[in-house]
């Protein structure tokens, strides 16, 4: 069974634009899980454009499911996953001015780094996963740094899925493939949408878990979120 974490990012931005708490970022999130979320993702980026660390504490006690916290492994984001102990950690990239993330990493040249951090939240026991894009090789890195899944950085093939959508899943099924045989557990996220998330499961049916944010709130705004949630769950079904 393939998870569906809703990403509420997009959710924080919203009531930062006006100040105050509305949107209610907990109740938001206490919403998508009773409408059938599997988990709940938040991604803290140093400068807090959206997701502020005070919100990940208070978030933390409330999930009944899974939370998935995503950053960059930063001193200040390490210390933050090892307080509120998430269930998983994605390790991402990111620069600090970056809009959202856009490549993932490269494992072999950061194999000591990523292995030391892996290292200190899985003693936590805290299930970790490497952000890479859809090269067998780095999959292959994040074995050896000790990660417990990949998450797959699927924008290229949500860019390329309107025109050729088998040339665009191929290198992601080579790269699903070698996780599996890797003993790797597998996510995937990054624009995915209810117009191409079918077709990716449909290829690689045995992904653990797909991470949505932006697509999903954005559809939300038309569907409710009660029916957005619905229909997602109905893609990975």
Not at 125 to 130: D, K
Request: with cysteine; net charge negative.
């Amino acid at each position: 069974m393939t998870k569906l974490s809703v990403n509420i990012n997009k959710v924080a931005t919203i009531r930062n634009a006006r100040g105050g708490n509305n949107p209610d970022l907990l109740r938001v999130a206490a919403d998508c899980e009773m409408f059938g979320a599997d988990g709940i993702t938040v991604h803290p980026r140093p400068d807090e454009r959206h997701i502020r660390y005070s919100d990940v504490r208070s978030l933390r006690p409330l999930i009944t499911t899974e939370m998935n916290i995503e950053g960059n492994p930063i001193e200040r984001y390490t210390d933050l996953v090892l307080e509120v102990r998430p269930t998983q950690v994605t390790l991402v990239p990111d620069a600090e001015d970056q809009i959202t993330s856009n490549h993932g990493w490269d494992t072999r040249a950061n194999r000591a780094f990523l292995t030391d951090v892996v290292g200190r939240f899985r003693e936590a026991g805290i299930r970790t996963s490497i952000f890479v894009d859809a090269d067998p090789e780095m999959v292959i890195g994040a074995k050896e740094c000790g990660a417990d899944r990949v998450e797959l950085y699927t924008e290229p093939y949500a860019a390329g899925y309107g025109r050729d959508r088998e040339e665009a899943i191929a290198p992601f099924v080579a790269a699903a493939e070698e996780a599996r045989r890797q003993g790797l557990g597998i996510n995937a996220g990054h624009d995915l949408s209810l117009q191409n998330l079918h077709y990716f499961h449909e290829r690689i049916p045995w992904v653990d878990e797909v991470s949505i944010g932006h697509a999903l709130i954005c559809d939300a705004l038309y569907l409710g979120l009660a029916q957005a949630i619905a229909m997602y769950k109905a893609a990975i079904g």
